[in-house]
């Protein structure tokens, strides 16, 4: 506290110091302004409203300015002052120019929205069928160890066959998996055989058989893992995927 | 703080008794007719005892025990510097002496010597020099394999290794390998999808089938250490393929191959001239076939007779002949390296056991019972031993079994593992 005194006289000082002592102008501001002085006299001049006089050499400007009184008689830079002027032009060619570009994108935006209205609409049919997929391609299952279609499976191979009638363009692959008792390799063939039954089936309701692949997966792919019946019988099943 | 240091205590306690309660799986090594042998402590220089400890004093002894022709004593021990004598009547036959000895180059320098305590007489002499990357349970491995050889007249199978297929995440499986104690995991392949049924040919050259194009085929090794490249279909769709098998030559590859009517047949391709040619007629389930060792057999699961039983054909497709009569389901059949016996597994209750069938006695034998099932069998190198999956301790594990099934042995304790395969070599 007791030196804190002296804390308010100093950021007094401090503060009106830096206000009362203006940062010295740089090279580049003092070129940009020297460049301006002689474009607005060069200007003036083809105009046909030179002037005699130095517009800066008032002299209070003189002195503090020294730069732009020179610059009005030896600064004559004829190719800086057409940069100038041709750069002014690009920027109007480049307003010009970005003016069309968004005409130009309203149209294309306009085109855009045609086409994704259009795969809108396709992609209405592909929803309607991969919904018409979803409801049709239900799992089946099968007995232990057996290949045989169930009575009960029937209706959902006959809802399969309704879809791939429905949609000629269609193509599945039928999977064939089987539960956890059994050897490996002894359940990828009976995978097969399911699928294979599957197909067979499906060939008797009309559906040619070259729409679909078949695949085995044995007992690599379970959905659930206890030992029990009601997870084996989920396990030995027939899935049909859009291919 | 006293209170802290005693909870913590007893955290650790319950721990490691957790961990002994997991481990212990040695159930009974009971047989007269094993050799008893005693070893003294590794005699040091420049080596480190904690390590000599445990990377060889103590894969050494576990090795020699699951020789299943050599018998550890373990008990009441005469002290290291006994003589001869003091040995014998604890009841060793053979007393094992080691040297380990470190060079200033960081090599390995093992010397083993065996003494016949009744004849006071050497009978096994032995010295090793290993780079200082060899690990020192492998010199472990060496050792136990040459002590058996001595023995036996047959090299152990101490320094083999054990190929098979294990679950990394839900629908993606990979092959994997580990040493014949469990150590040395690693990954051989990479194929991030179902990749299933290794087989190993006498050189080391794996085949295999993934699912990685989508529809299954067989890929594998060409030539030794080389790339893993598709040997099958080599054009177009190959319906269901699994169960590929090395002819014993290495030149010929025996897989299956289904077709969309759901049969699947044994086929043989020859590798060199690229063609296959199918061995059973086309109707039902032909799967899993195994070569004889001299490659002019192979044995088969079938259902051609309703359920599956396993058959034997000639390399042709003719003389074919049922092995199995009891039982609804017999599969995996595997014939043992010496070709006299097939191992098989048969299922009873909903689950399956070892069996193998002895070829000159035409009678099967029971290797594993309980309420756990026990499959896919394969035959150590040296026949003393099979591998197999069994999970009795939830999860499919790998275990090893001697043929009496006494003395079953866990092998990892990896989680979801399947299809073991076992080669000598590494």
């Known amino acids: ?243 | 703080m006293l209170r802290f240091l005693i909870r913590s205590f007893l955290c650790v306690l319950a721990a490691t008794g957790l961990c002994a309660q997991q481990t212990e799986v040695v159930l009974s090594a009971t047989s007269s007719a094993k050799l008893v042998l005693a070893m003294t402590s590794p005699k040091l220089s420049g080596v480190e005892a904690a390590a000599v400890g445990t990377e060889f004093t103590a894969v050494l002894k576990r090795d020699l025990d699951e020789t299943g022709v050599i018998a550890m004593l373990q008990e009441r021990l005469p002290a290291d510097e006994s003589p001869v004598k003091a040995w014998k009547e604890a009841g060793a036959q053979w007393l094992l002496n080691t040297r380990l000895s470190r060079a200033a180059n960081g090599d390995l320098k093992l010397e083993a010597t065996a003494l016949d305590t009744a004849a006071e007489k050497g009978v096994f002499t032995r010295t090793y020099n290993a780079n200082k990357i060899v690990p020192l349970r492998h010199l472990a491995h060496y050792l136990a394999d040459d002590l058996v050889g001595r023995l036996t007249g047959e090299k152990g199978v101490a320094s083999s290794r054990i190929v098979f297929v294990r679950q990394v995440s839900p629908g993606v499986k990979e092959i994997f390998q580990v040493d014949r104690d469990g150590a040395g995991l690693m990954q051989l392949t990479r194929h991030g999808s179902l990749t299933l049924s290794p087989t190993l040919a006498s050189d080391g050259r794996l085949a295999y089938v993934t699912y990685k194009g989508g529809a299954p085929e067989i890929w594998g090794q060409r030539r030794k250490d080389g790339p893993h490249e598709k040997i099958y279909p080599t054009s177009g769709a190959g319906g269901m393929l699994s169960s590929p098998s090395w002819s014993p030559d290495g030149k010929r590859l025996a897989f299956v191959q289904g077709d969309r009517r759901g049969n699947s047949d044994v086929m043989v391709l020859d590798l060199a001239a690229g063609r296959a040619r199918r061995l059973t007629d086309g109707t039902g389930i032909n799967t899993e076939p195994s070569w004889n060792p001299n490659g002019t057999q192979l044995a088969f699961t079938s259902d051609r007779e309703g359920g599956p039983q396993v058959f034997l054909m000639q390399d042709d497709g003719s003389n074919l002949r049922k092995l199995t009569s009891e039982g609804t389901y017999n599969a995996s059949p595997t014939w043992s390296p010496n070709g006299a016996m097939v191992a098989y597994v048969s299922r009873f209750e909903g689950k399956f056991d070892l069996f193998i069938y002895k070829l000159g006695e035409g009678k099967a034998y029971q290797i594993t019972t309980g309420v756990s099932t026990s499959e896919s069998p394969a035959w150590s190198p040296d026949e003393r031993r099979l591998v197999f999956t069994s999970n009795r301790f939830g999860s499919s594990q790998l275990f090893t079994t001697d043929l009496s099934g006494r003395q079953i042995v866990r092998l990892t304790e990896l989680a979801a593992c399947q299809s073991p395969r076992w080669l000598r070599g590494r």
């Not at chain 1, 690599?220 to 084996?232: F, R, S």
């Open chain 1, 1 to 243: 506290m007791r030196y804190g005194l002296y804390l308010v006289p100093a950021a007094i000082v401090l503060t009106l110091g830096s206000l009362a002592c203006k940062p010295p102008k740089t090279a580049e501001q003092i070129k940009a302004e020297t460049q301006a002085a002689f474009n607005e006299g060069y200007q003036a001049f083809k105009d046909g409203k030179g002037r005699e006089t130095n517009p800066y050499s008032v002299a209070k400007e003189a002195k503090e300015n020294p730069h732009k009184t020179t610059g009005w008689f030896d600064g004559w830079d004829k190719a800086k002052a057409d940069k100038a002027a041709a750069d002014q032009a690009a920027t109007e060619k480049a307003a010009a120019d970005a003016k069309a570009a968004a005409d130009a994108k309203d149209a294309a935006d306009k085109a855009a929205a045609e086409a994704a209205a259009r795969s809108a609409a396709e992609a209405e049919k592909a929803g309607a069928y991969k919904k018409a997929a979803e409801a049709a391609l239900k799992t089946i299952h099968f007995d232990y160890d057996k290949s045989d279609i169930k009575e009960a499976d029937r209706v959902s191979l006959q809802g399969i066959s309704d879809f791939m009638k429905a949609y000629p363009a269609g193509k599945l692959e039928i999977e064939g998996h089987c539960d956890e008792r059994g050897t490996n390799e002894y359940n990828l063939a009976l995978g097969n055989k399911r699928a294979a039954a599957a197909l067979a089936y499906l060939k008797t309701l009309g559906v040619d058989e070259a729409r679909f692949t078949t695949i085995s997966y044995g007992k690599e792919k379970p959905l659930c893992t206890e030992a029990k019946e009601g997870c084996w019988s989920q396990n030995r099943r027939g899935e049909f995927k859009l291919k």
